[in-house]
């Protein structure tokens, strides 16, 4: 009686040698008497097979991750905090990445994302040598770890395009040790060095660009404190086109007499989404804790945030952008792509939900929320100013979720308010600063097309990253590789 599907495949050897073929054991143990293998029992420890077909993308970097010990933030199941493969789609539905797989520039942005630090470098833009010392210093390290994107045709294996980490190199045969991800078709396999170059110097097809590979390492820090790109939303790729490409035509082909000009340039042509691109994130608090005193970990992460959003209200471009939306509210010329609700009982509901999906794993579900009911209240935190805490019941799949959200706030001075009267109690994160970001976000050239010198001059003034308090400053850098990432794989040059 014949069997339906396949039951592994054979590996293809030569090129191959298995990892646990006699030949290939005792390329592992001269690998580890030379130094090599140092990275390799990390992720042994936490080696996991793709759950889907097309997830090696994702299964390769929720391995690295929790290699590297970086804490997800969110639940997996049950009360543990863990990176799992279907929970890494910050980037791309998941329903996408299952039919299509992922890019290198997604997986790229994913790990930033996720908190870990990036160094990606497609073939075109390294080369065989720096391959191989990228791969040696990866070995002989625990910090840091190797994740190759190459094409499975050039070494002789069935399929297309496939990720995988490197675990061990073997310097005197010069072969590398794949952690195969995928291991329902191949184990674990030492190719040669230079005929995996050759593997990861091939196009993919679905970008373009040529394949590679990224060090993946530890931020010291949050590497983002309250804001992040998001491509969720199905216009990101319109929203960053224009704020690439389209913008700078814009500055060209107008006669720009002032800051409010070009505001209104770039504000008033913008496609549908262009504030769905950026996201600020908030504190979720798990049921159990919603009744507790605010632990010292949630403390210094509101501190930071809530100084990243005193820092925004204190640029001279905030102030530019708020006098910029009061000019449009006064004389009823509506925005069309700044039409949100911007009160904090208005994005209460929203914001709950994502909340839900943050505790149940299900981050951005296609399953849906409904809230219940939702709740806006003061929280005491010793002798401070009170924390506004969301409170909500959500419903998803007939089961009932409690989730509670601590938000930001800065008290933004009267003299700025004049968007919203009631803004000086409308403290947390709002258009305005999201706008503001973004603004800085864009890179320093997007400017460069202006007519007007002198206006030129204060744009650049106005968006200049060095000048920025710290904290600010790397909450702009982090935006900045995200948008990079993102949009290299647009074929656009940020």
């Given at each position: 009686m014949a069997l339906a599907g396949l039951y592994r495949r054979n590996l293809p050897s030569p090129p191959a040698i298995e990892f646990a073929s006699p030949d290939g054991k005792q390329l592992f143990k001269e690998?580890?008497?030379?130094?090599t293998a140092e990275g390799f029992f990390k992720l042994i420890s936490y080696y996991q097979t793709q759950s889907e077909p097309a997830y090696c993308g994702l299964a390769t970097l929720s391995m690295v991750l929790n290699a590297l010990a970086i804490d997800p933030?969110?639940?997996?199941?049950?009360?543990?905090?863990?990176?799992?493969?279907?929970?890494?789609?910050?980037c791309e539905p998941l329903e996408k990445i299952k039919s299509k797989g992922i890019s290198f520039g997604k997986v790229a942005c994913?790990?930033?994302?996720?908190?870990?630090q990036v160094e990606p470098f497609r073939t075109d833009q390294s080369s065989l040598d720096n391959f191989r010392r990228r791969v040696v210093s990866c070995t002989s390290s625990e910090d840091c770890h190797l994740i190759v994107s190459y094409s499975r045709a050039v070494l002789q294996q069935t399929g297309t395009g496939h990720f995988s980490p490197i675990g061990c190199y073997h310097a005197g045969k010069d072969m590398v040790l794949i952690l195969d991800v995928a291991r329902f078709k191949y184990p674990p396999h030492w190719v040669p060095l230079s005929l995996l170059w050759d593997a990861m110097n091939t196009i993919d097809n679905s970008t373009g660009h040529r394949r590679g590979f990224m060090v993946i390492s530890r931020c010291q820090k949050a590497a983002s404190f309250l804001y992040t790109l998001s491509c969720r939303d199905e216009h990101w790729g319109t929203v960053a086109k224009y704020l690439i490409e389209d913008v700078p035509l814009l500055f060209a082909s107008e006669n720009l007499k002032n800051v409010n000009d070009a505001l209104c340039v770039v504000l008033k042509s913008a496609p549908p989404g262009l504030l769905d691109i950026i996201k600020w994130i908030v504190e979720v608090r798990r049921e159990d804790d919603s009744n507790t005193i605010l632990s010292d970990e949630e403390?210094?992460?509101?501190?930071?945030?809530?100084e990243v959003l005193k820092q925004i209200r204190k640029t001279e471009l905030f102030k530019h952008v708020m006098r910029y939306l009061a000019f449009a509210s006064s004389t009823c010329n509506s925005v069309a792509p700044l039409n949100n609700k911007d009160g904090l009982a208005d994005i209460a509901a929203d914001i709950c939900c994502q909340g839900a999906e943050l505790l149940t794993g299900k981050i951005w579900s296609s399953n849906g929320f409904c809230c219940k009911e939702t709740n806006v209240k003061l929280l005491k935190a010793d002798n401070k100013e009170p924390v506004t805490m969301v409170s909500s019941t959500v419903i998803t799949d007939g089961n009932e979720q409690r989730v509670d959200m601590?938000?930001?706030?800065?008290?933004?001075?009267?003299?700025?308010?004049?968007?919203?009267?009631?803004?000086?109690?409308?403290?947390?994160?709002?258009?305005?600063?999201?706008?503001?970001?973004?603004l800085f976000s864009l890179p320093p050239d997007a400017w460069l097309r202006l007519k007007e010198e002198k206006l030129l001059a204060e744009m650049k003034g106005l968006t200049s990253v060095d000048s920025l308090p710290t904290?600010?400053?790397?909450?702009?850098?982090?935006?900045?590789?995200?948008l990079h990432f993102l949009m290299t794989d647009l074929n656009i040059s940020s």
């Amino acid at each position: 009686m014949a069997l339906a599907g396949l039951y592994r495949r054979n590996l293809p050897s030569p090129p191959a040698i298995e990892f646990a073929s006699p030949d290939g054991k005792q390329l592992f143990k001269e690998a580890l008497e030379g130094g090599t293998a140092e990275g390799f029992f990390k992720l042994i420890s936490y080696y996991q097979t793709q759950s889907e077909p097309a997830y090696c993308g994702l299964a390769t970097l929720s391995m690295v991750l929790n290699a590297l010990a970086i804490d997800p933030g969110r639940t997996w199941k049950g009360p543990w905090r863990w990176f799992d493969d279907s929970m890494l789609d910050c980037c791309e539905p998941l329903e996408k990445i299952k039919s299509k797989g992922i890019s290198f520039g997604k997986v790229a942005c994913l790990a930033v994302c996720n908190g870990a630090q990036v160094e990606p470098f497609r073939t075109d833009q390294s080369s065989l040598d720096n391959f191989r010392r990228r791969v040696v210093s990866c070995t002989s390290s625990e910090d840091c770890h190797l994740i190759v994107s190459y094409s499975r045709a050039v070494l002789q294996q069935t399929g297309t395009g496939h990720f995988s980490p490197i675990g061990c190199y073997h310097a005197g045969k010069d072969m590398v040790l794949i952690l195969d991800v995928a291991r329902f078709k191949y184990p674990p396999h030492w190719v040669p060095l230079s005929l995996l170059w050759d593997a990861m110097n091939t196009i993919d097809n679905s970008t373009g660009h040529r394949r590679g590979f990224m060090v993946i390492s530890r931020c010291q820090k949050a590497a983002s404190f309250l804001y992040t790109l998001s491509c969720r939303d199905e216009h990101w790729g319109t929203v960053a086109k224009y704020l690439i490409e389209d913008v700078p035509l814009l500055f060209a082909s107008e006669n720009l007499k002032n800051v409010n000009d070009a505001l209104c340039v770039v504000l008033k042509s913008a496609p549908p989404g262009l504030l769905d691109i950026i996201k600020w994130i908030v504190e979720v608090r798990r049921e159990d804790d919603s009744n507790t005193i605010l632990s010292d970990e949630e403390k210094r992460r509101l501190v930071l945030k809530e100084e990243v959003l005193k820092q925004i209200r204190k640029t001279e471009l905030f102030k530019h952008v708020m006098r910029y939306l009061a000019f449009a509210s006064s004389t009823c010329n509506s925005v069309a792509p700044l039409n949100n609700k911007d009160g904090l009982a208005d994005i209460a509901a929203d914001i709950c939900c994502q909340g839900a999906e943050l505790l149940t794993g299900k981050i951005w579900s296609s399953n849906g929320f409904c809230c219940k009911e939702t709740n806006v209240k003061l929280l005491k935190a010793d002798n401070k100013e009170p924390v506004t805490m969301v409170s909500s019941t959500v419903i998803t799949d007939g089961n009932e979720q409690r989730v509670d959200m601590l938000i930001p706030s800065s008290q933004m001075e009267p003299s700025s308010s004049d968007f919203d009267q009631n803004s000086c109690c409308r403290v947390h994160p709002s258009i305005a600063d999201g706008l503001t970001v973004l603004l800085f976000s864009l890179p320093p050239d997007a400017w460069l097309r202006l007519k007007e010198e002198k206006l030129l001059a204060e744009m650049k003034g106005l968006t200049s990253v060095d000048s920025l308090p710290t904290l600010l400053r790397e909450e702009v850098l982090h935006l900045q590789r995200q948008l990079h990432f993102l949009m290299t794989d647009l074929n656009i040059s940020s």
